[in-house]
């Protein structure tokens, strides 16, 4: 694995998956194909080195994509690009078919095409298509229901997760019809340095250090399980060079919290680290109007990356927001 495509790497998780790529192999070259949405983090994007190079463009351009298979001869394509936020999919649902799905479609199909003269017969032995899916295409769970497994039925409830589990059905298609090396990850919610703060951690820590009030849905009950994005870079790592064709890797962190837990340990850690003279982080927390069709609660059961490939994650929830916020307030 010589020549990675990475899609959506100015992104959140795919700009740390590339930085964690080019320290741990310098031998790789690696090209960043981004729309620069407005998540992007365009100064990370436009750094070129040695063996990264960017390209402003979209993924839904099957000429492009084309092209770029042509140039750069990839081995291998970690898919990222996506609009990813459930709030603005309910607002705009096409948009996220075009970019979710058939994003998706055009890079397999280019893939595809560079990869495979005829079906089943690869020119490229040691290709390798990673999908980065979501633990949000299983749905939600009540409060009883065991963590969610690879092969349990997927019942996504929003246009966010509906278009990524399509992407997946699209990804599962040309591994069998085509025999496609593809693995597909699906995690939980990450969290770390330079996410956009529309997001619920870097959104607690923006309002909360402007003294603005920060806003949660319903009663912040709704139950998330935090990853550590390095935690997830790495799991990437193992999934692309160690992964089995056609299957499906849950990850996760086995850190669930209420949205109200994780926004209080942040405020408690802010009124440690920067304490207000007069009252608590926590007097800013505001409840609104629940999200439409919010889903209860996410929870997976990790053991077969854990099993298989050896992947556990490195960083606690408790470590892992008190690095952010140190970071967030300049202390680090
Ligand atoms: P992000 O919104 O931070 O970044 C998405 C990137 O994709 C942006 O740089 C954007 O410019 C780019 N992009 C959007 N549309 C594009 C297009 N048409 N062509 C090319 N580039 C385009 O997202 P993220 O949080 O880094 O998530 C990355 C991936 O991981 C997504 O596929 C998401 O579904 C998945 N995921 C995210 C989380 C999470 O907690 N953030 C959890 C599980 C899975």
């Not at 090209?31 to 040695?50: G, H, M, W």
């Not at 496609?180 to 607690?204: A, C, F, W």
Request: aromatic share 10%; hydrophobic share 35%; charged share 20%.
């Amino acid at each position: 694995m010589q020549k990675l495509l990475i899609t959506g790497g100015a992104g959140f998780i795919g700009s740390h998956c590339i930085q964690f790529f080019l320290k741990k192999y310098p031998h790789y070259h690696i090209v960043n194909l981004d729309k620069l949405t407005y998540a992007a983090r365009i100064s990370f994007a436009l750094q070129e080195r040695p063996n990264y190079h960017f390209v402003a463009g979209d993924v839904t351009n099957f000429l492009l994509v084309s092209e770029l298979f042509q140039t750069f001869n990839f081995d291998g394509v970690i898919h990222f690009a996506a609009e990813s936020h459930v709030d603005r999919s309910i607002v705009d649902p096409l948009l996220f078919m075009k970019t979710n799905v058939e994003g998706t479609g055009v890079l397999l199909h280019a893939a595809y095409r560079h990869w495979f003269q005829a079906p089943g017969q690869p020119q490229h032995p040691n290709h390798r298509f990673v999908y980065i899916s979501t633990d949000e295409v299983y749905g939600a769970l009540d409060a009883h229901h065991r963590p969610c497994i690879e092969t349990d039925t997927l019942a996504p409830s929003n246009p966010y997760s509906a278009s990524k589990a399509a992407g997946e059905c699209l990804v599962q298609g040309y591994a069998h019809t085509y025999g496609l090396y593809t693995v597909i990850t699906r995690s939980t919610n990450n969290y770390g340095p330079h996410q956009y703060p529309e997001k619920l951690i870097p959104m607690i820590l923006e309002n909360a250090l402007q003294g603005q009030s920060i806003a949660l849905h319903g009663d912040g009950s709704s139950i998330r399980d935090w990853l550590h994005v390095e935690d997830h870079c790495r799991a990437i790592d193992c999934v692309l060079h160690k992964g089995q064709s056609g299957q499906v890797y849950n990850i996760g962190a086995n850190e669930a919290r209420t949205n109200l837990e994780i926004t209080s340990m942040i405020c408690h850690m802010l009124d440690d680290l920067r304490p207000l003279s007069d009252r608590s982080y926590t007097s800013f927390i505001r409840f609104i109007a629940d999200r439409i069709g919010q889903d209860r609660r996410y929870a997976l059961d990790c053991r077969k990356i854990q099993a298989t490939l050896g992947w556990v994650p490195c960083t606690t929830l408790q470590e892992g927001l008190e690095q952010l916020v140190r970071g967030q307030i300049g202390e680090d």
